[in-house]
């Protein structure tokens, strides 16, 4: 299958502060990206789709202005936590898909561990 | 708005038998269709995808669609201790550009040496 990395692995920071999340398609290009969050004993929930060359659309009750997402390239996609709370701890997780289809299947990064102190 | 149901289990299933998931969707539209497995802690590891009809095996897996009564399932033969895990299931959409998926709650499997 194809291969998405992200980075950090893991991240502790204090209140207040700002984390950048990484994603990277290693081995294709993706035009699109989604980013997802999972709360601990709970399933993905999706928060946005991040789209290259273009602004990403969020789901609904996802604060466009405290996530933000950057499609930078046809490899890479940021997510940005701003002024991060405690209550945004979770388990941040981006998917590509290797097509522009909803047929072609979605590749999962390893996710990053957010704790905010 | 897309609604994925599983049994949240714990399902327990000795080892060797056979294991049985299953999902319910509300799109009708949905055209394709996954199976993710999830270790504790881990991120999701696509196993199945599926988007006709009928069966699709792969090595110890099978996974079985019926659009009609808008049911997915996985089989799981010959279940090892490593299968435990948390199986989620998602529907695609219906072709046209790339979605983002809506998981079901998921069912964690534990197969019992």
């Known amino acids: 299958g194809a291969v998405v990395s992200q980075h950090p692995s893991w991240v502790i920071c204090k209140s207040g502060t700002s984390v950048k999340i990484e994603c990277r398609s290693l081995?294709?290009?993706?035009?699109?990206m989604f980013w997802y969050r999972q709360f601990p004993k709970q399933s993905l929930m999706l928060m946005a789709t991040?789209?290259?060359?273009?602004?990403?659309?969020?789901e609904q009750g996802v604060e466009k202005d405290k996530f933000l997402i950057n499609h930078a390239s046809l490899t890479l996609s940021t997510l940005t936590v701003t002024s991060a709370h405690p209550e945004d701890s979770s388990f941040y997780i981006c998917s590509a898909p290797t097509g522009g289809s909803s047929y072609n299947e979605q590749f999962f990064g390893p996710g990053t561990r957010l704790t905010v102190l | 708005q897309k609604e994925v149901e599983q049994n949240s289990g714990p399902l327990s299933v000795p080892e060797g038998a056979i294991a049985s998931l299953n999902c319910t969707y509300s799109?009708?539209?949905?055209?394709?269709f996954f199976w993710y497995r999830q270790y504790s802690g881990k991120s999701p590891e696509l196993i199945m995808s599926i988007y006709s009809n009928g069966d699709k095996e792969d090595g110890r897996f099978t996974a079985q669609l019926n659009k009609a009564s808008q049911y997915v399932s996985l089989l799981i033969r010959d279940s090892q201790p490593s299968d435990s895990a948390t199986y989620l299931c998602?529907?695609?959409?219906?072709?046209?550009?790339?979605?983002?998926?809506?998981f079901g709650k998921g069912t964690h499997l534990i197969i019992q040496p």
């Open positions: 081995d294709f290009q993706a035009t699109t």
């Open positions: 799109d009708r539209g949905s055209q394709s």
């Open positions: 998602a529907p695609g959409g219906s072709g046209g550009g790339a979605d983002g998926l809506t």
């Open positions: 991040s789209n290259e060359g273009s602004k990403a659309t969020y």
